[in-house]
């Protein structure tokens, strides 16, 4: 049921890759925003957008990037993976009503 | 943005009625009230939103009292699938809704 897509579903990656995580939503929402969330733990906003060519950095300090050139499109990217990057990346969307929509996550391991 | 203090934790037997309430003192006038249901490596999931009195849907209903500085969402006859996190957010008034994410209460739903 959910319009919003997000792959990888996992990924385990070795240190220093360059690494892109997708993120995609059919339902034209111009609000798109990314989490971190480590297990057992809160969900931080790293980055979110409110329209194409706009993309603004969150709460928590990220060492990500992301660009929004696409409405449906809000794709995040590690230029040089670390160990302290692995967690759970959550992408979200949102247009005319108040809440999120959440993809199913991807989580990431670097070893 | 508005902060929400919620319980950490909770604990419920099958077929019992949960209810959860979480203080948001300092609610805007234009801010909505909505909770999310979170399950292990998943996104959130949108449950119920309100701005003021008694909102209900097919899986919840969301009390919010006149003073809106405080609501309760409830979970009738909960079952062992109902255990997930369960966060309270205020925000999306004025369109620019960039949400904050609490620690969340974490349901346990017994046999």
């Known amino acids: 049921e959910a319009d919003i897509y997000q792959t990888p579903r996992y990924l385990v990656i070795g240190t220093g890759k360059k690494i892109t995580l997708e993120c995609s939503q059919t339902?034209?929402?111009?609000?798109m925003y990314w989490y971190q969330q480590d297990p057992g733990m809160e969900l931080h906003l790293i980055h979110y957008s409110y329209g194409v060519n706009s993309t603004e950095k969150g709460d928590l300090s990220s060492e990500s990037t992301v660009s929004r050139i696409r409405t449906e499109h809000f794709p995040l990217t590690l230029e040089s993976a670390r160990p302290s990057h692995t967690s759970q990346y959550l992408c979200a969307s949102s247009g005319g009503q108040t809440f999120y929509t959440f993809g199913s996550g991807t989580r990431l391991t670097v070893v | 943005l508005a902060k929400t203090t919620q319980p950490i934790s909770m604990d419920s037997y099958e077929g019992q009625e949960v209810n959860i309430t979480c203080s948001h003192n300092n609610i805007a006038t234009n801010d909505y009230i909505t909770w999310y249901q979170q399950f292990p490596s998943q996104g959130p999931r949108f449950i119920i939103q309100g701005y003021k009195t008694k909102v209900t849907n097919e899986v919840a209903s969301l009390f919010i009292p006149a003073d809106r500085k405080s609501s309760t969402l409830s979970l009738p006859r909960v079952s062992l699938s109902d255990t997930a996190v369960y966060y309270c957010?205020?925000?999306?008034?004025?369109?620019?809704?960039?949400?904050?994410f609490g620690a969340g209460t974490r349901l346990a739903v017994h046999p």
């Open positions: 957010l205020v925000g999306g008034g004025g369109g620019y809704n960039k949400l904050i």
């Open positions: 339902m034209g929402h111009d609000k």
